[in-house]
């Protein structure tokens, strides 16, 4: 059983940035992917970014350049660095924990919202 909270959402004007962070309590594995999604009124959810226990990362193309994951296994965290932030970034991201042995469990989400 694993447990997700994520925190850092909330309301920036356009450009601006945001830091997201994932705890993750329970069984944890080493080789666990972790990734962020994302989910916007209206449209299915999306993988904004992942990363692996060894700090392989993958963006989708609309975040490259601008957002960053990292993780820090000590603390079983991983964090989403946004940047140059856009109104089509406005969204529900969700934390994701993907193991081999305790399949996909998902946070509850934290609202991000890109306005002036």
């Known amino acids: 059983q694993v447990q997700l909270v994520e925190s850092g959402g909330g309301l920036v004007q356009p450009g601006g940035s945001l830091r997201l962070s994932c705890a993750a309590s329970g069984t944890i594995f080493s080789i666990d992917v972790m990734a962020w999604y994302r989910q916007a009124p209206g449209k299915e959810r999306e993988l904004v970014a992942d990363i692996t226990n060894g700090d392989s990362t993958n963006y989708a193309s609309s975040v490259k350049g601008r957002f960053t994951i990292s993780r820090d296994n000590a603390k079983n965290t991983v964090y989403l660095q946004m940047n140059s932030l856009k109104p089509e970034d406005t969204a529900l991201y969700y934390c994701?924990?993907?193991?081999?042995?305790?399949?996909?469990?998902w946070g509850q989400g934290t609202q991000v919202t890109v306005s002036s």
């Open positions: 994701n924990l993907n193991s081999p042995y305790n399949g996909k469990s």
